[in-house]
């Protein structure tokens, strides 16, 4: 019984010395990370930087023990070095490795580096990768392929792209974005343009170090304004994207402001994994800056800088004016409008950096007339544009009437006279269409300066007169206004109407007053200035002759031009002249009238009394 015991003890304690002489030949389980090079000696981790795709950069191996606590100076031979995607957390992390089996390799290093025994457990190796990637990791295991001795590095990384190339600007119109337009016009007052606010398209290309695209720059860069290049002394404005990029940049943008912009498209979030250890510049993938442009008024807005007014129509030849303004007489402005064009975006904003060229011929302006019997005629005409950030555009006194049918009166009326004025910018040939106002400037009803907006159809008649051949006669004048029944004497003409001795023609003379067939020999004549008083005058005629004797002849008031018939020159029979005032005929059966004119005549004296025969019409 003892000595089978001691068999037995002796089998175990063999059985158990040879366990342990294999454990102590079994090699120990080692871990890996990597950092970079410069991170101080004897450190189990630290931090990988942001790399550029295609450019060579050098990472830190170094062998940990098994529970990453110290590095494994002595460990020696082949690792396998690979590049993971480590962008997909998905995976269950293995706490021992520091790996997870979502992340997948793409690059593998060749060929296998090796720890000799003078390294102390920390190599260095040369890495590239061509391509960009937002997340990378790095993965050791050794011998090459193991699934035991297995270290992922405990930072993460990114690859940005070198750069972005090629970037530009285009546009399919100058509103919309497309590629028919190159967006890069920096001339002045030239070449193609496109709308403050609307919409172009942008593209450019990411490469590597190399040039070539880096397909797997999946990104949204911004485009932001670097500087204002036009015009002189000018603020840039916001330049607002909307871009994607899949190894090519793409999408669109707008930019807020006029002129000539330079740009840059910018992308600090494609390497945000290494936010913590590297900085801004080292992170960004950038282009060149580029000049965009350039970009002119979507539309203007149109204001009103002064209060525009009225003038009534002129008291005879003027320059005083009339309380009332005649139908067919000119009216103008007494305060002519001042109308501020502002360029806008497409937004509706006003825009600093615009430089517009608006002409007189780009504004068109008009007036309009409710509760008026008859067409306003005439055109507001632009006396001059004053350009530089906004456009003055001031216009002249104009002249306007109401049209006048001598044949067909109308009854007396006040009108509501409307000012409209829009703008159509042509001055942009490398615009696809005009630039409009976003509506007309509308002022109503328009004031009248120094006196109401009444307007009075209207006319001067001589009345037919009959006396002693041995005294003188007194013509009738008078100016009439209709009422829409009939004529009334218009007290309002006042004074205006003032005729000098020349605008009175004389004509089918009979008797004493006849130098030879009909025409006047100036025996009686106007020999002074007619002036009306509250409209109405007496105009004094001479008696023919020495003796009494049988005279007539007509007298007729000219007011058409030109002057038609023989006035008198003191004595002498010379060509008569014109007040020019056609507002004031008579109605002849044709639209614009006559000159009014009446009979005068002298008869035999037959007693003490002038008779006068009168005509109402």
Same mark, same amino acid.
């Given at each position: 019984m003892r000595a089978e015991a001691t068999r037995r003890d002796g089998l175990i304690a063999a059985l158990l010395l040879a366990a342990t002489a294999a454990a102590q030949a079994q090699?120990?389980?080692?871990?890996?990370?990597? $950092?970079?090079?410069?991170?101080?000696?004897?450190?189990?981790?630290g931090v990988i930087q942001t790399k550029v795709a295609g450019r060579s950069f050098m990472l830190a191996l170094v062998a940990l023990t098994a529970d990453r606590s110290a590095v494994r100076s002595d460990f020696t031979g082949a690792v396998r070095v690979e590049l993971l995607d480590a962008g997909n957390d998905g995976g269950a992390l293995d706490t021992a490795s520091g790996c997870r089996n979502s992340w997948t390799v793409i690059r593998t290093?060749?060929?296998?580096?090796?720890?000799?025994?003078?390294?102390?457990?920390?190599?260095?190796?040369?890495?590239? !990768?061509?391509?960009?990637?937002?997340?990378?990791?790095?993965?050791?295991?050794?011998?090459?392929?193991?699934?035991?001795?297995?270290?992922?590095? =405990?930072?993460?990384?990114?690859?940005?792209?070198?750069?972005? #190339?090629?970037?530009?600007?285009?546009?399919?119109?100058?509103? =919309?974005?497309g590629l028919a337009r190159l967006l890069a016009n920096t001339d002045p007052t030239a070449g193609i343009v496109h709308r403050a606010g609307r919409p172009f398209s942008v593209q450019a290309r990411a490469v590597n170090d190399r040039?070539?695209?880096?397909?797997?720059?999946?990104?949204?860069?911004?485009?932001?304004?670097?500087?204002?290049?036009?015009?002189?002394?000018?603020?840039?404005?916001? #330049?607002?994207?909307?871009?994607?990029?899949? %190894? =090519?940049?793409?999408?669109?943008?707008t930019y807020s402001e006029g002129g000539v912009v330079s740009a840059q498209l910018e992308d600090l979030e494609f390497a945000a994994v290494d936010a913590g250890d590297s900085s801004a510049d080292q992170r960004a993938v950038r282009s060149a800056p580029f000049a965009i %442009?350039?970009?002119? &008024?979507?539309?203007?807005?149109?204001? &009103?800088?002064?209060?525009?007014?009225?003038?009534?129509?002129?008291?005879?030849? %003027?320059?005083?004016?009339?309380?009332?303004?005649?139908?067919?007489?000119?009216?103008?402005?007494?305060?002519?409008?001042?109308?501020?064009?502002?360029?806008?975006?497409?937004?509706?904003?006003?825009? &600093?950096?615009?430089?517009?060229?608006?002409?007189?011929?780009?504004?068109?302006a008009q007036l309009t007339a409710a509760a008026a019997p008859v067409p306003l005629g005439g055109t507001p005409q632009v006396a001059s544009v004053a350009n530089a950030a906004t456009s003055t555009i001031v216009l002249d006194a104009s002249s306007f009437r109401f049209t006048r049918n001598a044949a067909a009166p109308v009854a007396s009326f006040v009108?509501?006279?409307? $000012?409209?004025?829009?703008?159509?910018?042509?001055?942009?040939?490398?615009? =696809?269409?005009? #630039?409009?106002?976003?509506a007309p400037l509308a002022l109503a009803a328009l004031p009248f300066a %120094?006196?109401?907006?009444?307007?009075?159809?209207?006319?001067? #008649?001589?009345?037919?007169?009959?006396?002693?051949?041995?005294?003188?006669?007194?013509?009738?004048? !008078?100016?009439?206004? $209709?009422?829409?029944?009939?004529?009334?004497?218009?007290?309002?003409?006042g004074t205006c109407l003032a005729a000098a001795p020349l605008v009175f023609a004389y004509s089918a003379a009979r008797g004493a007053l006849d130098a030879g067939g009909g025409v006047s020999n100036c025996a009686s004549r106007v020999d002074a200035t007619v002036v009306t008083a509250g409209g109405r005058a007496a105009i004094a005629l001479a008696r023919p002759g020495a003796t009494p004797q049988p005279a007539a002849m007509v007298v007729t008031l000219n007011l058409l031009a030109p002057a038609a018939g023989?006035?008198?020159?003191?004595?002498?029979?010379?060509?008569?002249?014109?007040?020019?005032?056609?507002?004031?005929?008579?109605p002849d059966g044709s639209a614009l009238g006559a000159s009014p004119a009446a009979r005068v005549s002298w008869g035999r004296a037959r007693g003490e009394f002038i008779s006068v025969r009168e005509r109402f019409d």
């Open positions: 090699p120990s389980l080692t871990r890996f990370n990597a $950092f970079e090079p410069a991170t101080p000696a004897g450190s189990t981790s290093l060749a060929p296998n580096p090796a720890f000799s025994a003078g390294d102390g457990g920390r190599i260095q190796v040369a890495l590239e !990768e061509p391509d960009a990637w937002r997340v990378l990791r790095v993965r050791i295991s050794s011998p090459p392929g193991s699934i035991n001795s297995v270290g992922c590095s =405990t930072d993460a990384f990114a690859v940005r792209p070198g750069q972005l #190339i090629d970037a530009l600007a285009s546009a399919g119109s100058d509103s =919309t974005p040039g070539t695209t880096t397909a797997g720059y999946r990104a949204t860069p911004m485009l932001r304004a670097v500087a204002c290049l036009q015009p002189a002394g000018c603020s840039a404005g916001v #330049i607002a994207a909307t871009l994607s990029a899949a %190894g =090519t940049v793409t999408g669109t943008a %442009g350039r970009f002119v &008024a979507d539309r203007y807005r149109l204001s &009103a800088i002064n209060a525009p007014q009225l003038a009534p129509g002129l008291c005879g030849s %003027g320059p005083a004016r009339q309380s009332f303004t005649y139908v067919g007489q000119e009216f103008s402005f007494a305060t002519a409008p001042q109308v501020l064009a502002t360029p806008l975006n497409a937004a509706g904003d006003a825009l &600093a950096n615009a430089r517009p060229r608006l002409a007189a011929a780009h504004a068109s009108p509501a006279i409307d $000012f409209r004025l829009s703008v159509r910018d042509t001055s942009e040939p490398g615009a =696809t269409a005009p #630039i409009d106002s976003e %120094g006196g109401s907006g009444r307007f009075h159809h209207g006319r001067a #008649i001589l009345r037919p007169v009959h006396g002693d051949s041995r005294r003188p006669l007194s013509l009738p004048l !008078e100016v009439q206004s $209709f009422n829409g029944a009939g004529w009334v004497a218009l007290a309002d003409a023989q006035t008198c020159a003191g004595a002498v029979p010379a060509p008569a002249a014109t007040l020019d005032l056609p507002w004031l005929t008579v």
